[in-house]
């Protein structure tokens, strides 16, 4: 009877009296609702359509961080490594807020050392809104990160053989 409704339960015992837990969903916004204690049937029915009426009237679901999308960046031996939610972080916000009224708690995991692959996790991210965790997160590096020794490796290996390219050349030139 209520737009959007997917399900609920109902239930009576004599300790609580009425009791109903309901799941609507419009658009991505889903609220759960949970009403006790009701002296009647349509005691808890009423209650539940004030509350899911209120709430889908008040709150927006909002994509606060997206996949892929650096949002920290943690400096490990000489590289910046940057940071990105391992999928989109969704919350519900009140509809006259500010995406910008969020903010970012970066935690990075203590052990983590390069090497670092692109997609391994790093730590987690909270997002707060008026000093309350609306959000969670999973940390990943966006990027794959080497040690300095295998930067410096690299690039002596590289130097080496562009070294042999140019002598061979000069043999030919030579010939």
Do not use: W
Not at 70 to 80: H, I, L, Q, R
Not at 142 to 147: G, H, L, P, R, V
Not at 153 to 175: E, N, P, S, Y
Request: overall charge neutral; glycine content about 8%; proline content about 2%.
């Amino acid at each position: 009877r209520y737009k959007g409704v997917v399900g609920g339960k109902t239930g009576y015992i004599d300790e609580s009296g009425f009791n109903l837990i309901t799941y609507a969903k419009r658009g991505d916004l889903g609220i759960v609702t949970v009403c006790m204690s009701a002296s009647g049937q349509a005691s808890v029915d009423d209650d539940t359509v004030t509350l899911l009426n209120r709430y889908f009237k008040k709150c927006r679901l909002d994509t606060i961080a997206a996949k892929d999308i650096p949002v920290a960046e943690k400096k490990y031996e000489d590289k910046n490594v940057k940071a990105a939610s391992e999928g989109d972080i969704k919350v519900v916000l009140p509809k006259d807020a500010k995406t910008s009224d969020v903010r970012f708690e970066e935690t990075f995991n203590k052990d983590v050392k390069l090497p670092l692959e692109k997609g391994q996790k790093v730590g987690t991210i909270s997002c707060l809104y008026n000093d309350r965790v609306v959000g969670q997160g999973t940390l990943v590096s966006t990027n794959d990160y080497e040690t300095q020794h295998e930067t410096m490796m690299r690039k002596v290996a590289t130097g080496a053989g562009i070294a042999v390219v140019l002598i061979v050349v000069i043999v030919i030139i030579d010939l």
